[in-house]
């Protein structure tokens, strides 16, 4: 049992934005026993290991809260095109990345060919490395809608349904899968042409009915939901994890200030800023994009999550990595954006990272502060993110990570395993 005193580290517990000189955690098993100033320290066990850390940075494991590990670093239009063999091995080195980078949980927002289960049930089981899973499967939408995009093979990368019924099967396959986050589509996306933003796929009878099914049945649901009307929506049929809400208008601002202790808002602004940056590598030139309204989405977007953190609502970190444009890896990126685009402090977008990304994934508090009884999952890193969140990015910096006491090092690299080194 892992029963270790780390100290004479600079501690961010990620209840506030403090940070303490001379602090230490003390991990027993899988979870935090205590952390605090060092002269505060607990009696410890005469079985404890010390480890002196040498003033690097200590805070809680990050979580990435719209995640798609079979996503292969491919382009935006060319996403899970691999066949499955491909596809999950693909994700077996896209959970170990995401880990690797910080990310100790991560909330799926849908998986093609449902690769997440056995992917989640590995990770559990401690085959791979990967961060704690809450695994989706294939999405759920109408016809018509975003997720009915494909033009051949449809069935085993989406599961499209119209009426209440139908949907609710639909959801019912998926909880016999045993997933734990059933992903929807609300509505569309620029980049398409049947079913951009603002067009409502389905009836708010039929979100009702995916939402009632999937609770019911101890499933939360995820979606996309970019315009004010998906928002309102989504927010009144009660989903859990609201995907990106780009364009808010007073009404959805208000509604998402109502839900704030049951829902969580995801911008997912990677997509865009990084389509818009480097589109025009990949056969999206910029102009084009711009023509499509992206700039205008990443300024919307600016304004609505200025309105839903005045309001309280927490925005969490993280979407759409896995991209060509946005390797995995990478997801850290998105603290940059929330200092940069958002106006947040380096502080607070740990805070979102670490506490409020940690809530969204497991509303008990067990995941996203370095509190006592919670989850032993942690970064430590070489330097000081709360003055500088770009640091994260840079994994040379990044000492160790630990899930559940057990620590993992180096393992972003191509082949962790091998080694020149006898
Ligand atoms: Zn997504």
Redo the contacts with the bound molecule.
Sequence with gaps: MTDMFLHNAKLFVGLDGEVVDNGAVWVRGHNIAWSGHTQDAPTLSEHTTHHDLGGQFVMPGMTES?V?LSYANAGPTELDKQPVQTAMLDAVDNARMVLGSGFTSAIS??SAQGIDIPLRDAINAKRIPGPRLLASDRDVGATGSNADSSAAGREAHKLIADGPWAIRSAVRSLAKKRVDVVKVFIDGENLNDHAPPGVLSWTDEEVNAAVDEAHRRNMRVAC?ARSAAAVKQSVRAGIDFI?HANYLDDEAVDLLAAAKDRCVVGP?IAFEVALLANGDQIGLPRKAMEARGYQREVDETIASVKRLREVGVRVTVG??YGLNITPHGSNAKDLEYFVDLFGMSDTDALLAATRDGGWAFDPEGRAGTLEPDTWADLVIIDGDPSQDVTMLQDHARITAVMKAGVIYRGITRPDPRADTNL
């Design positions: 719209h798609h927002f849908g996309h995907g997912g979407g759409d």
